[in-house]
């Protein structure tokens, strides 16, 4: 981490009232030494959300405190765990006291995975072969139907033309998100705020949109998120200063391990060619069972469809959360190891890699699983919602998916918590989850403002990035007028592909920075002397914006 230096003006913490080590005392403290600290207990407990520097009280070095890296802050008993005594775990590269035992949990759920998995496969299998059974090869190696013409967009996206408006599209997203990225590194505090402003403005502008057009209803709901987002800024605004050394922190450790953002870039490639195949293996499911004479969907097929969607949910699911728990354990290692005696492990992603894809791989399954579920019935639930023959039942499916749309979300960051607990600390899903709970009820508050302030910056960037891959292609298709689209009949179809195209290479950035914020916090909770030992400096900077941090979550 790069040194810091408070400026001259900054209050600075009145000097403490006894030296940090007993003067009188020779020895020197050693970092696995395993010795008793010096403090009197403190039974202040600070108040959560008191927006004052606590009531300074120093202490004696702390027995598992770095040799020339004293204790430069507040060392509460708090959080003083069990003494560590230096030993780095061969199999996992995180501290002993963290996972000393690695195991595979929850291996019931993996196996379950690889099941699903199998026979997700095997279907494929045979909708692929009735896809090839019923089309027919032209010469150009595409399917039409027979008696029917290759629609001009679908020979377009595989010719040379289409190809190079998707490049662009690509390139202009990925060259967006590297320069965002710097961008954001280098002035968080401005790019934090002037996204908050920009998500406010967006607000209005949807609600003016919609005042025009006449739609009164999502006009008015613009407009009242518009103005309650502009009101969270004065409540939020005193949180910023804690986001922004999060952020530039986050930035910093990320930057220094770019195969987070490889990995992060391959685990978007690959749900993209997933994507493809299972759309491929829906298709070929319409084509064995779909009854064209009556035009009716056969039970059988319905069922095909209902397992199709939830394998695919599951194994996007598990695919995502492999590399957010991969980049998680990157990121804790820093937290903990980066310096101390030991220092970093040679490859802390490789590391990271094998331990989502091995030790906690049924976990990640597990709580995959879960959002799975909920995925799958809300489908079912839209389905029915667009079925107009009954409306007290689209009425009642409405209700539903509006449940099961707050108990996904809910999940869903309860998940990225969780997942971070089973990175650092080998935690099976169910524990994790629960120390998750226990951590949101602690600190919802500042960790929902932190991750909204943060959030936003990325999804700001990303419309950013979306608009301008959209705008470099439709430039491209207007000045190169490609056959396929000679008379701009698929423009708006290749833009918005190119709008997404962008969208993601910006999300996938932010994936990394997302996990890395998740991780610290939780690091935070759990153990804030670990990063008061090997960074205090970056301690002081976190300290300073947010006091609370020296009471650590019990």
């Excluded at 790069?2 to 005392?25: H, L």
């Excluded at 520097?53 to 040799?67: H, L, R, V």
């Excluded at 891959?469 to 000679?486: C, E, I, Q, T």
């Excluded at 935070?524 to 030992?533: G, H, I, K, V, Y």
């Amino acid at each position: 981490m790069a040194q810091y230096n408070p400026p001259d003006q900054q209050q600075k913490y009145p000097p403490p009232q006894q030296p940090y080590y007993d003067q009188g005392q020779q020895q020197q403290y050693a970092y696995n030494a395993q010795q008793q600290p010096a403090y009197s207990p403190n039974t202040q407990q600070q108040q959560w959300g008191h927006h004052q520097a606590p009531q300074q009280q120093y202490f004696g070095a702390p027995s598992d405190a770095p040799q020339g890296q004293p204790m430069t802050g507040v060392v509460p008993p708090a959080y003083e765990t069990a003494p560590y005594d230096g030993t780095v775990n061969p199999e996992s590269g995180l501290p002993a006291k963290f996972n000393p035992r690695p195991r595979y949990n929850d291996c019931w759920a993996f196996f379950l995975f690889i099941a699903q998995l199998a026979a997700f496969i095997v279907l494929s299998g045979f909708a692929i072969n009735q896809i090839h059974q019923n089309r027919q090869y032209d010469q150009n190696g595409y399917y039409p139907a027979p008696g029917q013409q290759v629609p001009g967009v679908a020979l377009g996206f595989f010719s040379k033309s289409g190809l190079i408006t998707m490049l662009i599209s690509v390139l202009t997203g990925a060259v967006i998100a590297v320069l965002y990225f710097m961008l954001t590194e280098a002035f968080p505090r401005q790019m934090i705020k002037v996204t908050f402003a920009l998500s406010i403005i967006a607000y209005l502008a949807v609600a003016v949109y919609y005042f025009v057009r006449g739609l009164w209803m999502p006009a008015i709901f613009g407009l009242i998120f518009g103005l309650l987002y502009a009101s969270m800024w004065f409540f939020w605004k005193s949180r910023i200063p804690f986001a922004t050394e999060m952020l530039r922190a986050v930035t910093s450790v990320s930057k220094k391990y770019p195969a987070t953002f490889a990995l992060a870039f391959l685990g978007l490639f690959v749900q993209i060619a997933y994507s493809v195949y299972f759309i491929v293996v829906i298709s070929g499911c319409y084509e064995m069972y779909y009854d064209q004479n009556t035009q009716t969907t056969p039970g059988k097929l319905q069922a095909l469809i209902v397992f199709c969607f939830f394998s695919f949910y599951w194994t996007s699911q598990v695919i995502k959360n492999i590399i957010h728990v991969t980049i998680a354990g990157v990121f804790a290692t820093y937290y903990f190891m980066a310096g101390s005696p030991q220092g970093m492990s040679k490859s802390p992603t490789i590391a990271s890699f094998k331990r989502a894809c091995t030790t906690s791989i049924g976990s990640i399954c597990f709580g995959s699983l879960i959002i799975a579920i909920i995925q799958t019935l809300r489908a079912l639930t839209q389905i029915l919602r667009g079925d107009g023959s009954n409306g007290i039942m689209a009425f009642i499916a409405c209700i539903i998916d509006c449940i099961l749309s707050c108990m996904q979300g809910i999940m869903e960051y309860v998940n990225m918590y969780a997942f971070c607990q089973v990175a650092i600390y080998g935690k099976a899903y169910i524990p994790a989850a629960r120390d998750t709970w226990t951590i949101l009820k602690d600190r919802g508050i500042v960790q929902i403002i932190n991750d909204n302030l943060i959030g936003n910056v990325w999804a700001m960037g990303a419309i950013m990035a979306g608009v301008l891959s959209g705008l470099a292609s439709y430039l491209y298709l207007r000045f190169d007028n490609p056959p396929f689209n000679s008379n701009g009949e698929f423009t708006y179809v290749i833009v918005v592909m190119a709008f997404v195209l962008g969208m993601q290479m910006l999300f996938t950035v932010g994936t990394v920075i997302d996990s890395g914020v998740a991780t610290t916090f939780v690091c935070l909770a759990e153990d804030p002397a670990a990063l008061a030992r090997t960074k205090p400096e970056l301690f002081e900077r976190i300290r300073a914006t947010w006091p609370a941090v020296v009471q650590g979550v019990n």
